[in-house]
């Protein structure tokens, strides 16, 4: 039985002899909440009823640990839910940064899986799965993107027009001279959630052929690789 404690007292019909028992259990508090008084919950027997009362409990979030929290909060968060869940002012748009790669000489996948790490936001502390937490992604120079072994001539594209014996099918090469902004955005897009999510989070990539781009008010920052083996040996 969950009980919610409150400045009345509840009153329960019982024989029961009488105990004392805390809320807290010995439990570490969430982000490592000081509690001014420890809560617990008093239960008092009579011969007729079973009165519980609950003391008087505060909470203070710490000042580094404020960001997180609302600011009707601060003085008492909710110690019933403490489970921190990301609100609409922690992933606006206008935001989150801007970063930029060039993409010269460097492994398709490897490159691919750095960018959609960025755009998920899993480098983040406040990673969530289902919330649009990542940043946007510049990529410039995508016709010089490089491959491994013999991927160039055996790596397959197909696309089909809805009509019957409407496949088509071209290698690595042919599409790179054709339209390579795509071949960036196809293994971006296959790193990323299926669905209503996935199909938000792929509009943060931005994938242009040349040194060129139009986003300079954005003022994107180099994107930061850990990858020591992303860039193709010559």
């Not at 809320?23 to 011969?47: E, M, Q, R, W, Y």
């Not at 009509?163 to 990323?192: N, S, W």
């Not at 299926?194 to 139009?214: M, T």
């Amino acid at each position: 039985m969950a009980v919610q404690c409150s400045s009345s007292s509840v009153i329960f019909a019982s024989h029961s002899p009488a105990k004392s028992f805390s809320s807290s259990h010995n439990k570490t508090l969430f982000l490592g909440f000081s509690l001014a008084s420890k809560p617990s919950i008093i239960v008092a027997k009579t011969h007729r009823a079973t009165q519980i009362r609950c003391q008087e409990k505060t909470a203070l979030v710490p000042l580094e640990q404020r960001w997180m929290f609302e600011e009707s909060e601060f003085n008492g968060p909710d110690i019933w839910n403490e489970t921190w869940y990301p609100k609409g002012a922690d992933h606006v748009n206008t935001d989150k940064p801007w970063y930029i790669v060039d993409a010269t000489d460097k492994i398709l996948g490897r490159l691919a899986s750095t960018i959609a790490i960025h755009i998920r936001g899993k480098n983040l502390a406040t990673y969530t799965p289902s919330v649009d937490m990542g940043a946007f992604v510049i990529v410039v120079n995508a016709e010089k993107v490089a491959v491994s072994g013999k991927k160039r001539t055996q790596k397959l594209y197909r696309r089909h027009s809805g009509r019957p014996g409407g496949m088509k099918v071209e290698t690595f090469d042919q599409l790179q001279q054709r339209i390579p902004e795509r071949i960036i955005e196809h293994a971006v897009r296959g790193m990323l959630p299926k669905g209503r999510l996935g199909r938000q989070l792929f509009n943060h990539l931005k994938v242009y052929e040349g040194p060129d781009h139009p986003h300079d008010a954005q003022k994107p920052i180099e994107l930061p690789i850990r990858d020591k083996r992303i860039q193709k040996q010559r």
